[in-house]
């Protein structure tokens, strides 16, 4: 009987380990395949998905690195203290614009007005810087939005105790930001719309009282970008 299985064993042995060569060689040819595979097929979704994400050129179509000039002409809309000197009118301003990249630019607007109100008045002057953000443009249609901070020198002729009086005029740091849309008409000329909000830092009078100076701004703006 022992022989009988000795026998057995002997014969089945070489078969199994040929089998399990087979099966290892069979195994490990499979591992090598798969990560090929999973390689080969991660590359094309890869590829896939690189493709289907649109390039900045793509989105906001245009040339960067550009210096643009232009005119806005709208509506001031005073608040706080130049409201109750001043009347709100039409007033321009002047903004520059570079293009940094295809999403943010550079954007910097010069202004100046005088606002009477019966024997008073409210004059605002300022410098504002910003950063303009574009999200995406449809043809030659693009919204944006922007803020930043800028120098103000605010001032106003009011009575005070019974008598016409002009405050100091001192510079003062600001705040100002806004949203804007533009229409690219041609490679030099665009045309939009901005709503510009400014906020000058208060200036302590010598009376112990306070000017506070915002306004906003809704204009239409022209410009021309200079190739």
Known sequence: MLKQILKIVLTVTPVFMAGVSISGEAFAEEQQVKPNIQRMTSDKAARKVNNDIPEASERIPGKIHKHSLGIGIGQTFL???????????ITPELYYNY???????????????EHSYLNRKATIRGLALAIKAKGYQLDAFSPYVFGGLGFYLPSVRRMENGVLTDTRTQMVFGVNAGVGIELRLNDEAIIGVIAHYHDPFDVRLESGSKLEASYMKLLMIASYTFN
């Open 79 to 89: 608040r706080s203290d130049l409201s109750e000197n001043g009347n709100d009118k």
């Open 99 to 113: 293009s940094a990249s295809y999403s943010f630019d550079f954007l910097a607007n010069l202004h100046y007005s």
